[in-house]
């Protein structure tokens, strides 16, 4: 049975740090699609950052610079370190796998094209 399972989420101040974890289970995440996705309330869930099959990463512009997206191959995770954080990167941070169908070098952005999702790990940035 596939699962993702996030970790990683808390509350931290502005200008801190966090690094979100992403374990996979169930089968080998290595060559798969994955991403992160954020909720906060009221709004829509955006993706905050993308890693291809063949570890191309794509990042939202709202945090670009400031985020990495990695591979850990060993422990089959991915994690997203997010620093210099701000009060609007506060939400539910969610990792998504895309299982089926996919291409090695593409990075898919819809979270429409990601089969299987993680609870979630809520982020909490105060000013």
């Known amino acids: 049975q596939v699962q993702l399972v996030e970790s990683g989420g808390g509350l931290v101040q502005a200008g801190g740090s966090l690094r979100l974890s992403c374990a996979a289970s169930?089968?080998?995440?290595?060559?798969?699609?994955m991403g992160w996705f954020r909720q906060a309330p009221g709004k829509e869930r955006e993706l905050v950052a993308a890693?291809?099959?063949?570890?191309?990463?794509y990042y939202a512009d709202s945090v670009k610079g400031r985020s990495t997206l990695s591979r850990d191959y060993a422990k089959n995770t991915v994690n997203l370190q997010m620093n210099s954080l701000k009060p609007e990167d506060t939400a539910v941070y969610y990792c998504?796998?895309?299982?089926?169908?996919?291409?090695?070098?593409?990075?898919?952005?819809?979270?429409?094209?990601?089969?299987?999702w993680g609870q979630g790990t809520q982020v909490a940035v105060s000013s």
């Open positions: 998504a796998a895309r299982l089926t169908s996919y291409s090695g070098s593409y990075i898919y952005t819809a979270y429409q094209e990601y089969d299987y």
């Open positions: 169930g089968r080998t995440f290595s060559s798969y699609p």
């Open positions: 890693i291809s099959g063949s570890a191309r990463t």
